[in-house]
T-cell receptor
């Protein structure tokens, strides 16, 4: 079974600074996808960024980028120029690329990000 | 509507009562997922539907939990004889098809409190 581990329960960053959230995962599969989701107090899960395991290039979405280390099974999220609106819970998630098992997302326990002035 | 909707937003029930939680997926999405999020935890997969059938029910925690989907649209998650450990936020998501390349869009969840 796949597992996702987020070892930082809480992180804090000053506005306009950069912060990195850590995530490691365990899998025996070679075809999979990794995700970072943001959950503000409204509870709505919002997809921040996605990485396909077969792609060597790290995904980037505006101020959000990932450092995907496949051999180390590490998938960290970097938020640049942090804004007050970035404050939320961030979840790392794994999804199998195998057609027969590509149903569920497996989530880590989350990192609560605070953004201070 | 444009997104996934869930009702009720909040539900308080007494231990031992049955509850029904509803999910309306995005129109045209064939895949529908239920997750549970306990306080301070990540989301746990419960069940997913492809059309009206449920190929994967592996996350349902006990036989008190059941779900159905009708008309390839609305889904209902039913919890019978609720227990205090059932208190959680129940989130629903939908996607065009159940493949990893297709994003799962989440609803706002139902917060269930069992007293």
């Amino acid at each position: 079974a796949q597992t996702v581990t987020q070892s930082q329960p809480e992180m804090s960053v000053q506005e306009a600074e950069t912060v990195t959230l850590s995530c490691t995962y365990d899998t025996s599969e070679s075809d999979y996808y990794l995700f970072w989701y943001k959950q503000p107090p409204s509870r709505q899960m919002i997809l921040v960024i996605r990485q396909e395991a077969y792609k060597q290039q790290n995904a980037t979405e505006n101020r959000f980028s990932v450092n995907f280390q496949k051999a180390a099974k590490s998938f960290s999220l970097k938020i640049s120029d942090s804004q007050l609106g970035d404050a939320a819970m961030y979840f790392c998630a794994y999804r199998s690329g195998n057609t027969g098992t590509a149903s569920k997302l497996t989530f880590g326990t989350g990192t609560r990000l605070q953004v201070t002035l | 509507g444009a997104g996934v909707s869930q009702s009720p937003s909040n539900k308080v029930t007494e231990k031992g009562k049955d509850v029904e939680l509803r999910c309306d997926p995005i129109s045209g999405h064939t895949a529908l997922y239920w997750y549970r999020q306990r306080l301070g935890q990540g989301l746990e997969f419960l069940i997913y539907f492809q059309g009206n059938s449920a190929p994967d029910k592996s996350g349902l925690p006990s036989d008190r939990f059941s779900a159905e989907r009708t008309g390839e649209s609305v889904s209902t998650l039913t919890i019978q004889r609720t227990q205090q450990e059932d208190s959680a936020v129940y989130l629903c998501a939908s996607s065009v098809v159940p493949l990893a390349a297709y994003e799962q869009y989440f609803g706002p969840g139902t917060r269930l409190t069992v007293t």
